[in-house]
């Protein structure tokens, strides 16, 4: 793959895309295979070197509004097209989402979640407790009220994904230029005209702007307000299990957000810190792990006896409505935008890679993502909050 150091990178091309996380590749990719030709990539690090090479890599189509349940139900399906486009093993393992609830009110508002997803074709069941533990051993049913499982969710490895891209789109003639950071964007008018980076400018009548947790700063450099704070996440691994676990469900416990699924020879854990402060600081602290550990002692007495053998932190790119903001800017249309995905943007990243395609040759996407603009919350129309952030 033709990613490397440049001591200049290129003097001009059609399209910059800002960031070489798991959307800036997959934009790429989508952009290249419809024919757009000089195009560029700039990442500040290593490609997924942000929250692209640090997330769970949970794919899954349970959601609580129409357009994220088409934009996760789209990447899905090319997810388990990957290895013959664009041709890699991301290690897909469809072993299901499984939602566990505790309070009526949960069970209510997952069930009209499942009769949404289902008039949508996404295959989300209401379950009993009992039929949970089945299909996942480790929880306890005490205190539960309910399960919501979908067969057609999984995991893989964000990493795998980041580099197939990338690779599909170097063959096809796009420019990755890592250890470039952008310091500036040029614009006359309404026009971009170019793009300042650590290695030189770039002159072009188009930017991408596809760098997660850093594009406000991004969005600053044009005046844009693109309201994404950075949110630390942090998970860890067991050591190998013997006897192996059972191969089970993406796992949640929807009230505590505490999750775990099998990763390799052991488990991975996760869950929020709901005291986490805003910040870029991606510091693994495993003293986080005691909260995992006082949720499981509950929820899955096994777990919390486990030992790890490390882990590391990533960060969440989060909107005020923790929904994506997508889309073109007004007032200057040679920039789009694509970032602020929550925690989802691993999941939803080859639909955005469609749909952002669709934007720069002004066709009409497969979905209307006008209510992902980020003039939404300036106007006074934010998304009802998507509350499944894992």
């Not at 074709?121 to 089945?134: H, K, L, N, Y």
Request: hydrophobic share 40%.
């Amino acid at each position: 793959m033709s990613s490397s150091v440049f001591r200049t990178v290129p003097t001009s091309a059609d399209v910059v895309i800002i960031g070489g996380g798991v959307m800036g590749v997959s934009t790429a990719f989508h952009l290249a295979e419809a024919g757009v030709a000089n195009i560029v990539v700039v990442e500040r690090g290593e490609l997924g070197c942000g929250s692209s090479g640090k997330p769970i890599g949970g794919v899954r189509a349970q959601f609580s509004d129409p357009l994220n349940i088409e934009l996760g139900s789209r990447s899905l399906r090319a997810y388990q097209e990957f290895p013959h486009r664009p041709g890699a093993d991301i290690k897909l393992d469809t072993v299901g989402y499984l939602f566990l609830l505790d309070s009526a009110q949960q069970a209510s508002d997952f069930e009209a979640g499942v009769r949404l997803q289902n008039s949508l074709d996404v295959p989300s069941r209401m379950i009993s407790p009992a039929e949970a533990q089945r299909l996942c051993p480790y929880i306890s049913t005490d205190g539960l009220v309910a399960a919501v499982y979908s067969p057609a969710d999984g995991h893989c490895r964000p990493g795998l994904a980041v580099q197939g891209y990338a690779r599909a789109a170097a063959r096809a003639g796009v420019t990755i230029a890592t250890h470039t950071t952008v310091s500036g964007i040029d614009t006359a008018g309404d026009r971009v005209t170019g793009v300042h980076t650590s290695h030189g400018r770039i002159a072009c009548a188009t930017v991408i702007c596809t760098a997660g947790a850093w594009s406000a700063h991004i969005g600053d450099m044009v005046g844009l307000s693109l309201p994404v704070r950075p949110v630390r996440r942090q998970l860890a691994f067991t050591e190998p299990l013997a006897p192996p676990a059972p191969r089970i469900p993406f796992t949640i416990d929807f009230s505590s957000s505490a999750y775990f699924h099998n990763s390799d020879d052991g488990l991975l854990f996760g869950l929020a810190d709901p005291g986490q402060e805003d910040g870029f600081d991606t510091t693994w602290t495993p003293e986080w792990l005691e909260l995992f550990r006082t949720v499981t002692r509950h929820r899955a007495p096994a777990l919390a006896g486990m030992r790890t053998v490390g882990g590391w932190a990533g960060l969440y790119e989060v909107t005020p409505d923790h929904n994506a903001l997508i889309g073109r800017c007004g007032e200057l249309p040679g920039f789009l935008y694509a970032a602020g995905f929550s925690g989802h943007g691993f999941l939803q990243a080859p639909a955005v890679g469609e749909v952002v395609r669709d934007l720069y040759l002004e066709r009409e996407p497969f979905t209307d993502i006008s209510p992902l603009s980020a003039d939404r919350f300036h106007l006074g129309a934010e998304i009802r909050p998507e509350a499944h952030v894992v």
